[in-house]
C-alpha cells in the first residue's frame, strides 16, 4: 500500500474517542492559536452551539473565509 493510499484510508476511518490528544494538548493548541491568532473552528462550533440553539453553523470553509475577510478586508477590526 502506497503512502498516498494509507493517508486516504487514515482519513476515511472514524477515530476513536480515546485515540485522539488529550484534554491538556487540546487547551494547550487553543491557547497557542489565540496567541498566534488562528481563527479554531472547533471553539466557535462549541460557542455556537451553546448560544445559537436551533441555527446552523457555518461550515469550515465558510468559517475560515469569513475570518480572513474580517482580518484583511475593509470591515475587518482597525485602529482609527
Same mark, same amino acid.
Given at each position: 500500500?502506497?503512502?498516498?493510499? +494509507?493517508?486516504? @484510508? ?8 480515546? #485515540?485522539?490528544? /488529550? ?5 494547550? $493548541? ?12 472547533? +471553539?466557535?462550533? @462549541? ?8 441555527? #446552523?453553523?457555518? /461550515? ?5 473565509? $469569513? ?14
Amino acid at each position: 500500500m502506497s503512502a498516498k493510499e +494509507r493517508g486516504a @484510508a487514515a482519513a476515511a476511518a472514524p477515530c476513536a474517542p480515546d #485515540t485522539g490528544p /488529550s484534554s491538556a494538548l487540546l487547551k494547550l $493548541r487553543q491557547a497557542c492559536r489565540q496567541v498566534f491568532g488562528i481563527p479554531d473552528y472547533d +471553539r466557535y462550533l @462549541a460557542h455556537f452551539t451553546r448560544q445559537h440553539p436551533g441555527e #446552523t453553523p457555518l /461550515s469550515r470553509s465558510e468559517f475560515f473565509a $469569513r475570518s480572513i475577510d474580517r482580518k484583511y478586508g475593509k470591515s475587518g477590526p482597525r485602529c482609527c
